[in-house]
């Protein structure tokens, strides 16, 4: 016999562990099925362990440039073993963390893998092979999504590394290509750099971490390379001859060349799948573009009772993107009226060195869209809590319709800005003009004063520069 329930939820990343208990507080009756870790990628190999890796390359930076703060600090290593079992702990005591707020909102755990067989029914095979059948009149896929392999030999977790290799390395790498230069790529060069490799990073558009604002790009690849980073950007992967002791790669430059290069390790960092082949949609008629679930803004599907959210829909894909769809579902199963979900209005991070963020329209994209656009940006120069910490490199810009205040886009790179723009992205879901940012008083000395003096640069009124 079935178990029966209001809500199934497929999937225990910050996308399903969050509708699920979101679900539990409205006091619908929920479950939830995970196949491999109670928090899904982003918790255990995700998001948060490479925070935890970052955070141990940050101290390490800072140890190695002690006299630059008047301190002495001598023969610093590195012992990366240590460092990663430091993020792995850290990934562990989330996960149980996850675990105990399943117990405590009543939530049924099913260990194993979940696939639809029918309208509202879903088999779970655990990992001793056991089936369990459940039942739920709403369904929410939270399947995520997995690294994206070159087509040519595929990550090996010895010579050639995905992410998740790259988290738990087998040994330090001496030189080492990143392939793609989006978040996930930069994240995993900037450890590596400051760890000590020799680092390069190929990435086939014209500019690294293409998604941002191109004066970011442009400012972020200054300093990578300022800190000893060789990009190149226009350039791809053409082959990979895995050996014993290295990789020899042949890149495609931008100018049409063939160059071939030897490096001791390969990271792929060329994008995501997401993990929707084997839930059972097509038996269901659920509609996927490029396997991605189609969804409405209240992330339902196209079949009455199934429901889609994070990495197994629709970009952006983020951590917190998913975990706000996972509200918006279970919200609405429970009858209520959420908002729907606006993608221009989900902040993005990257937490390299300098970090950048940013939320809402590029420069680019709003002249494209339209908008006649005032722009206002301010350096971290000429901020004093950034000389102070000694990070004055950086900046803030916004992005501004001419014609009504309205803020289109705020863009940042520099020390701790992950932790800034929550700012912008608040004023753009109150729908804050210029007027309500100038008139806000920020606390001084903060390098959030930047936001500030960013808003007012749009307007001809920037003071300290």
């Given at each position: 016999?079935?178990?029966?329930?209001?809500?199934?939820?497929?999937?225990?990343?910050?996308?399903?562990?969050?509708?699920?208990?979101?679900?539990?507080?409205?006091?619908?009756?929920?479950?939830?099925?995970?196949?491999?870790?109670?928090?899904?990628?982003?918790?255990?190999?995700?998001?948060?362990?490479?925070?935890a890796l970052l955070r141990s390359a940050?101290?390490?930076?800072?140890?190695?440039?002690?006299?630059?703060?008047?301190?002495?600090?001598?023969?610093?290593?590195?012992?990366?073993?240590?460092?990663?079992?430091?993020?792995?702990?850290?990934?562990?005591?989330?996960?149980?963390?996850?675990?105990?707020?399943?117990?405590?909102?009543?939530?049924?755990?099913?260990m194993g893998e979940g696939k639809l067989t029918g309208k509202g029914r879903l088999s779970v095979t655990a990992p001793d092979g056991k089936t369990s059948e459940l039942t739920a009149k709403n369904i929410i896929i939270a399947t995520g999504a997995r690294a994206r392999d070159l087509p040519f030999p595929k990550a090996d977790g010895k010579r050639v590394w995905t992410y998740r290799h790259a988290m738990n390395p087998p040994e330090m790498p001496n030189k080492l290509l990143v392939i793609g230069s989006g978040a996930i790529g930069i994240e995993f060069a900037s450890f590596y750099n400051d760890m000590g490799a020799e680092v390069t990073v190929v990435e086939m558009l014209d500019r690294i971490v293409p998604?941002?604002?191109?004066?970011?790009?442009?400012?972020?690849?200054?300093?990578?390379?300022?800190?000893?980073?060789?990009?190149?950007?226009?350039?791809?992967?053409?082959?990979?001859?895995?050996?014993?002791?290295?990789?020899?790669v042949a890149i495609k430059a931008r100018d049409g060349k063939l160059v071939s290069d030897e490096y001791s390790h390969v990271i792929?960092?060329?994008?995501?799948?997401?993990?929707?082949?084997?839930?059972?949609?097509?038996?269901?008629?659920?509609?996927?573009?490029?396997?991605?679930?189609v969804t409405d803004g209240a992330c339902r599907t196209n079949v009455e009772g199934i429901w889609a959210i994070g990495d197994a829909t629709a970009p952006p894909w983020l951590a917190h993107k998913a975990s706000h769809e996972g509200v918006i579902a279970a919200e609405t199963i429970a009858g209520q009226h959420p908002h729907a979900m606006d993608p221009r209005n989900i902040p993005g991070c990257t937490y390299c060195h300098?970090?950048?963020?940013?939320?809402?329209?590029?420069?680019?994209?709003?002249?494209?869209?339209?908008?006649?656009?005032?722009?206002?940006?301010?350096?971290?120069?000429?901020?004093?809590?950034?000389?102070?910490?000694?990070?004055?490199?950086?900046?803030v810009k916004t992005v501004f319709d001419a014609q009504t205040g309205e803020l289109l886009g705020a863009h940042m790179v520099g020390p701790e800005v992950t932790e800034m723009i929550h700012g912008f992205t608040i004023g753009r879901t109150l729908e804050t003009t210029e007027a309500e940012l100038m008139e806000t008083v920020f606390p001084h000395p903060t390098i959030s004063e930047t936001m500030h003096e960013s808003v007012l640069a749009a307007f001809g009124r920037a003071v300290h520069i």
């Amino acid at each position: 016999m079935a178990d029966s329930y209001d809500v199934i939820v497929l999937g225990s990343g910050p996308g399903g562990y969050v509708a699920a208990i979101r679900a539990a507080q409205l006091k619908l009756n929920t479950a939830i099925v995970e196949r491999e870790n109670l928090g899904g990628v982003c918790l255990n190999w995700g998001c948060i362990p490479t925070k935890a890796l970052l955070r141990s390359a940050e101290v390490f930076r800072y140890m190695r440039h002690a006299k630059d703060y008047g301190l002495v600090a001598e023969k610093i290593t590195a012992d990366l073993d240590a460092v990663v079992k430091r993020s792995r702990g850290v990934a562990r005591q989330l996960n149980q963390g996850v675990s105990h707020l399943m117990k405590k909102n009543g939530i049924a755990v099913y260990m194993g893998e979940g696939k639809l067989t029918g309208k509202g029914r879903l088999s779970v095979t655990a990992p001793d092979g056991k089936t369990s059948e459940l039942t739920a009149k709403n369904i929410i896929i939270a399947t995520g999504a997995r690294a994206r392999d070159l087509p040519f030999p595929k990550a090996d977790g010895k010579r050639v590394w995905t992410y998740r290799h790259a988290m738990n390395p087998p040994e330090m790498p001496n030189k080492l290509l990143v392939i793609g230069s989006g978040a996930i790529g930069i994240e995993f060069a900037s450890f590596y750099n400051d760890m000590g490799a020799e680092v390069t990073v190929v990435e086939m558009l014209d500019r690294i971490v293409p998604v941002e604002d191109a004066d970011v790009s442009t400012f972020l690849e200054k300093a990578l390379v300022k800190q000893g980073m060789k990009i190149l950007t226009g350039a791809g992967v053409q082959k990979l001859d895995i050996g014993a002791t290295g990789v020899t790669v042949a890149i495609k430059a931008r100018d049409g060349k063939l160059v071939s290069d030897e490096y001791s390790h390969v990271i792929v960092a060329i994008g995501i799948v997401p993990n929707t082949e084997t839930v059972g949609l097509e038996a269901l008629g659920v509609k996927t573009e490029r396997g991605h679930i189609v969804t409405d803004g209240a992330c339902r599907t196209n079949v009455e009772g199934i429901w889609a959210i994070g990495d197994a829909t629709a970009p952006p894909w983020l951590a917190h993107k998913a975990s706000h769809e996972g509200v918006i579902a279970a919200e609405t199963i429970a009858g209520q009226h959420p908002h729907a979900m606006d993608p221009r209005n989900i902040p993005g991070c990257t937490y390299c060195h300098p970090q950048i963020a940013s939320v809402g329209l590029t420069e680019t994209n709003a002249r494209e869209a339209g908008h006649e656009v005032r722009i206002g940006t301010f350096p971290f120069i000429g901020n004093g809590k950034a000389i102070a910490l000694g990070e004055p490199e950086g900046f803030v810009k916004t992005v501004f319709d001419a014609q009504t205040g309205e803020l289109l886009g705020a863009h940042m790179v520099g020390p701790e800005v992950t932790e800034m723009i929550h700012g912008f992205t608040i004023g753009r879901t109150l729908e804050t003009t210029e007027a309500e940012l100038m008139e806000t008083v920020f606390p001084h000395p903060t390098i959030s004063e930047t936001m500030h003096e960013s808003v007012l640069a749009a307007f001809g009124r920037a003071v300290h520069i």
